[in-house]
């Protein structure tokens, strides 16, 4: 079952984090490159003092103990969401705030 899920992540090719049980460390915003028998292999970067420095890594299927993957993103606070004016008029996000003014 996690072979097939961790293909279809590599077919997505997003960005995942990857809990390794034997290290006990996460690979943080990896991409899944390749799946090769019980080898996976994936690609990402780490920041080392003033160099960010990139890693491919063969990792063995049974080493993964959880993978996860950023759903979306939201900003914090009153922060007003920017609309496209070609985004169609259904898919508009409407102000409901009592207190806002149309212009």
């Not at 072979?3 to 990857?18: A, F, M, P, S, T």
């Not at 080493?63 to 985004?87: H, N």
């Amino acid at each position: 079952m996690l072979h097939r899920k961790i293909y279809q992540l590599c077919c997505d090719g997003r960005e995942v984090w990857i809990f390794l049980r034997d290290q006990q460390r996460w690979i943080e915003r990896a991409r899944i490159l390749d799946i090769e028998g019980d080898l996976v292999t994936v690609r990402y970067e780490t920041e080392e003092d003033d160099e960010i420095c990139s890693w491919e890594e063969m990792i063995r299927l049974e080493s993964i103990g959880s993978v996860m993957q950023k759903l979306a993103t939201v900003p914090r606070g009153d922060v007003e969401p920017l609309v496209s004016e070609d985004c169609p008029e259904a898919e508009q996000i409407r102000n409901h705030r009592p207190d806002s003014n149309p212009e």
